[in-house]
Structure formats: C-alpha cells, structure tokens
C-alpha cells in the first residue's frame, strides 16, 4: 500500500488498538499485512495480546478461576459482569476466549456462549429433546452431565463457531458394551443461526464414550465411539471417518487432548508399583510419542496425611510455556503442580517422529512445582484461554 493510500487508514492508534481487541486473537496477526503502519502498531501492542494462552481450572467445589501461565497469577474467571446464571454452569470448552457453557439443570442441557472480559452472554436456541424425555421419565433427564454430550468449535476457514452435540447414551453400563446410541445423529448449531441441525453419521461412530472426552483442534472434532474407534468429524464438511488405527488400546484409562495444536491421547498404565502416563500426538497422519510421565506411589508417614496419586489434568494438560500440569486430590483437597519437560523430550520428542523422553518422575522428593492449593474439592479440569474482548452481537440474530 502506498503512502497514499495507507494515510487514510491511519486513524488514531488508541482507536485501532480497540478494534483489535475485539477481533478473535487468532485473526489479529492478519492485519500487519495491510500497512507498515498498522504493522508497527500489532508489533509495538503485543503486550496487548498475548499469544500465550492462560489456564483455566474448573473444581467441582468452587468457582472457576484462571491462572497465567507466565506469572503463575490467579484470578476469577467470571467478573461482576457476569449475569449470575453462568456461575452455576458447566464449562463445555473455549474457543478463542469464548466460553461454552451448559445447564445441566435443564432436560437435555441448555447451551450458553459467554464471553468473560465482557459479560456478554449469548443463548443458544432450545434442543429437541430426548425422545425419553417425556413426562415418564423425567428422572432420568435430570442426571447432571449433559455438558459431557456438547463440543464447541471454530472453524478457522469461515471464522464461525459451532457447538455440537454427540450421539451417545447415558447410563451406568460399560462404555464398550455393545449397545446402541441414544441419538443415531449429530446436532450442529452455527453461533448466528436460527435453530439446531441434524447430520447423519454411520451407525457404528455412534454411541461416544463421553468419559474420553472430545476434543475440536482446528476445524476438526474428535471422539471414541462405542466400539473403540477414533472418530473425526469435520466441522465444515460436516462429515465423520474413522481415524487411523492407533498403536494402543482404548480403555477407560486414556482419554483425549490436545497438544500444541495436535490431537493427543493420554494413556495410563501401572508397571509393577509405578504408575505410567504416556501422551501420543498424531502429526501429520503419524502417531509417535511425545510425553512419558512416571509416578512412585506417594509414602505414608507417621502422623501425616496420606497422599494422593499425581496424573495429568484433563481434558488439556500442557501449559503453553511448555510445561504439563498435574493434579493430586486428596481428602477434599486438590493440589495443581506443573512441570518442565527434561531436554531429551524437547528435541525428539515434539513433531519429529521420535520416541520421547521422560516429562518427569514424580515422587516425595520431586512433586514438581505448586500452581494452586484448592481446598474443598475432589476433582479438576483444566481448559486453555486467550482474553479477549470479542463481541457476540455479530452472532445475535438479526445483526448478520
């Protein structure tokens, strides 16, 4: 762009900066293509907008809070902003600073977009209920987990985002017995449009083992169906495959995540007294093992506590300064710990194909280093989160 040109885009920096900030963050880079000087003015506000995400916790006797991975500070998720509804909801997944939300209180679980800078809340119109939810079987649409069926994504292509629901069960059986699927097909909601759309899939992707979670990494959702198989589905084309086989074997000691960027499976296993974590990326259609993770059964000393096993937080683990959290619950008490990959695991272990190092061992004298103490607790999760003062007015209806 010449001088020209440039100088009618060259309006105050305070007012440029503030449209930046309610952009999505993955997009902001874009515009230093435009001009040199908007270039100089995305380079001098990087402080601004950190591409160092911050860490999420999510307790099961509290309200959720945020930690910055770089400080290591800790801070309320939901401001005073905030309306008060969303305190009481179940975190689905985050996606560019947005949060998806779910009342499980609600037959079916009732979908909410909040965005926590702003206190913007957005609802997303009703789901057709269950086909059991009907007056004769209320009991069983009360369960509290709905928020386990939905996934929230963004398509990086169309910049829309979208929340899915799996076809799957509840109940109390194994999750690989053979059984059918409580919905033989997706529901898809585009944030903008009008109502909720079905998308059928092949029976046998049916019936997700929501305990392995589900994960959505660029355009792309993931989950393990019934009889074992990893199951993608593509968030634009809107179509589900299987994924190559894996060199492991699914169990309910493994569940899905992501790792910079890549799908991630994190898989438990006990040899002799010590406990086992190994993490497989998939990179470029190839699974290879990036993490390992070993833990000594904690000792119990006279007049102390017992403690608790330390494994990796779920469903996202690796801090984006390249360490990995872990959680140790014990007695209503949850202690976060985060660790630095040893440098063997930094240079065979991240995208080459390689076999990796060992993370850690994690025993009574290297427990790693302490994030938050929570007390009153028993369980975490933990999301990835980028602020942001993105505003959901673009997706009300009637605004597009």
């Not at 999420?56 to 509804?85: A, C, H, M, N, Q």
């Not at 975190?91 to 800078?117: F, H, K, M, R, W």
């Not at 010590?274 to 993770?293: A, C, F, H, K």
């Amino acid at each position: 762009m010449d001088s020209q040109e440039g100088s009618r885009w060259q309006f105050p920096t305070d007012a440029f900066v503030e449209i930046l900030l309610r952009l999505p963050p993955n997009t902001r880079h874009r515009f230093r293509l435009v001009s040199r000087h908007w270039r100089n003015v995305v380079d001098e506000s990087s402080f601004m907008f950190p591409q160092c995400p911050k860490t999420i916790v999510v307790t099961d006797g509290g309200s959720p809070f945020v930690v910055d991975d770089r400080t290591g500070r800790r801070k309320d998720l939901w401001s005073s902003s905030t309306p008060p509804r969303c305190r009481s909801m179940c975190i689905v997944g985050t996606s560019n600073g947005l949060v998806c939300l779910c009342d499980d209180e609600v037959p079916g679980g009732a979908i909410t977009v909040a965005n926590p800078v702003t206190g913007e809340t957005l609802d997303v119109p009703p789901l057709p209920l269950l086909p059991s939810c009907d007056d004769a079987d209320q009991e069983q649409c009360h369960h509290g987990r709905w928020h386990q069926a939905y996934s929230f994504g963004y398509l990086p292509t169309t910049k829309r985002y979208k929340v899915v629901r799996v076809p799957c069960r509840f109940d109390d059986q194994d999750c690989f017995d053979d059984q059918d699927s409580e919905f033989p097909t997706l529901q898809v909601f585009t944030l903008g449009e009008e109502s909720w759309r079905e998308v059928v899939i092949p029976a046998s992707f049916s019936g997700c083992n929501l305990g392995l979670g589900i994960v959505n990494i660029n355009g792309m959702m993931y989950w393990i169906a019934a009889d074992g198989h990893l199951v993608s589905f593509d968030l634009e084309e809107e179509c589900a495959m299987i994924v190559r086989p894996q060199p492991w074997t699914m169990s309910n000691k493994c569940f899905l995540t992501e790792v910079h960027g890549r799908l991630g499976v994190v898989v438990r296993d006990f040899i002799l007294m010590d406990e086992q974590t190994e993490v497989w990326v998939m990179d470029n259609l190839q699974w290879s093992r990036w993490y390992i993770l070993q833990v000594t059964p904690p000792r119990k000393r006279p007049g102390q506590r017992r403690r608790g096993y330390q494994r990796l937080t779920c469903p996202h683990f690796v801090q984006y300064t390249d360490h990995v959290l872990t959680w140790e619950s014990n007695s209503g008490h949850v202690g976060l710990y985060k660790h630095k990959p040893g440098k063997y695991n930094e240079i065979i272990g991240r995208g080459s194909g390689g076999w990796g190092g060992v993370v850690g061992r994690i025993d009574d004298k290297d427990r790693g280093m302490v994030v938050a103490d929570i007390e009153g607790c028993s369980d975490t999760r933990v999301f990835a989160y980028v602020e942001t003062r993105e505003s959901l007015n673009a997706y009300t209806l009637g605004d597009n």
